[in-house]
């Protein structure tokens, strides 16, 4: 073990001026110090439908791999190890907390428990490495995407949190399409010292102005949970950035506090969808319906407050954020999409034993499939669970 050690040690140390370009091959030799005769980082794409290898230097052309039908997709997908028949081969998932990040493919003559053990700790280092060089390395970012990405959403992806976070409490993921020309819809998600703060913020239009509008509301969010505010102030700050700024656009959003110790939910709804709650397997009927305040951007909110509704979870609980992009979105011949497939859709995933991103994985699969492929408007979910235990260890999130 002393030996394993040292050989991520040296990993981390050579790790500090490394470019995006030797990545991987410093996971290569540090596997090779382990006893590993090949080894190999694969990361998702943006729309987490294909496996992209990170450059070897004496690698062939960039492989890729489909997530739906591989062993390293199933790596992925189900966050767990799996083996090739003949044991000399494993798919080890890379997570960055809560967040899939991809798979690190071993090989080794005997692929024995002990090998496999120090190996997963290689792929949590691994992933570790990846998200600290991704922030300031193009070819990193560009592993991930298939085709080139409008301004107005390489703007809204610059300012967007990890699709999944969580702690033994509670998880929260998301996604968004059309990820590469999203217009104006964003989400947030995070921890503070009371639970998990969640936005939904829907801009009128898929422009660059409604980008800009989306992601001036983030900000405006940000600035305001951060030196204190509360919902009622978070909502009142978009509010008037954009009755100041974006006069010609309007906003619909919902902003949202989950109490992780409690299990209470509060949260202000200006004029967007009412969020589902999902409880054993079903949909609770209008649990969270109320009468909504209006969109942001007329600057009403700024005399007259928002208010903000509260609801307490029993443990287990899900609850469903999302735009109208989602329900309202057609297929070819005019049907639409609506909230009763949204919440099968999930609800099935689930009941499967999916972890929540890749029960919203296969939604957005379905939702593409909907449309035959092609997002006529912005779609965003946000999945949040509330799976609280008595002995602080992580809750089943199937």
């Known amino acids: 073990m002393a030996a394993f050690e040292g050989v991520l040690a040296d990993l981390l140390a ?3 001026l490394l470019s995006g370009r030797e990545l991987a091959t410093a996971v290569y030799d540090a596997g090779r110090s382990m006893g590993l005769t090949d080894s190999a980082m694969y990361v998702a794409d943006l729309q987490q439908i294909r496996l992209v290898a990170l450059p070897l230097p004496l690698a062939e ?5 489909d997530i739906d039908t591989s062993l390293a997709g199933l790596a992925y997908r189900t966050e767990a190890v799996q083996q090739s028949r003949d044991g000399a081969t494993a798919w080890l998932p890379m997570i960055d907390g809560a967040e899939r990040l991809g798979v690190l493919k071993v090989t080794a003559p005997a692929l024995d428990s002990a090998l496999l053990e120090s190996c997963a700790a290689l792929a949590g280092m691994a992933a570790l490495l990846l998200v600290s060089q991704a922030s300031h390395s193009d070819l990193l970012v560009k592993a991930e995407r298939r085709r080139a990405m409008t301004v107005q959403a390489e703007l809204l992806w610059a300012f967007l949190p990890p699709r999944t976070i969580g702690t033994t409490e509670a998880t929260s993921s998301a996604v968004l399409e059309p990820a590469y020309d999203i217009g104006g819809d964003t989400f947030d998600h995070s921890l503070d010292g ?7 913020l829907d801009s009128m239009g898929h422009d660059l102005a409604s980008g800009g509008a989306s992601a001036a509301g983030l900000a405006a969010c940000r600035a305001t949970r951060r030196s204190g505010g509360s919902l009622s102030d978070i909502v009142t700050s978009i509010d008037r950035i954009m009755a100041d700024w974006f006069t010609d656009r309007l906003m619909t959003a919902v902003v949202a506090h989950l109490d992780t110790a409690g299990g ?10 009412a969020p589902l709650l999902i409880r054993a397997g079903r949909v609770v009927r209008n649990a969270l319906e109320r009468e909504p305040d209006l969109p ?7 005399a007259s407050p928002p208010t903000e509704h509260r609801q307490r ?11 109208d992009g989602v329900t309202e979105a057609r297929s070819p011949d005019g049907d639409l999409y609506g909230e009763q497939r949204l919440a099968d859709t999930v609800i099935r995933a689930t009941a499967a034993g999916d972890p929540a991103p890749e029960a919203l994985r296969r939604l957005v699969q379905s939702l593409r499939h909907h449309q035959d492929h092609k ?4 779609a965003t979910i946000l999945l949040i669970e509330w799976h609280p235990t ?9």
């Open 390 to 398: 008595a002995s602080g260890e992580p809750a089943h999130r199937g």
């Open 264 to 273: 209470v939910l509060t949260w202000i709804n200006c004029g967007h969808p």
């Open 313 to 323: 979870l029993q443990p287990g609980d899900r609850i469903l954020m999302y735009s």
């Open 61 to 65: 052309n960039q492989r890729t791999l």
């Open 375 to 378: 997002l006529r408007d912005d």
């Open 194 to 200: 009371n639970g998990l703060h969640l936005t939904v």
């Open 14 to 16: 050579r790790s500090s």
């Open 296 to 302: 942001l951007g007329w600057g009403f909110l700024l």
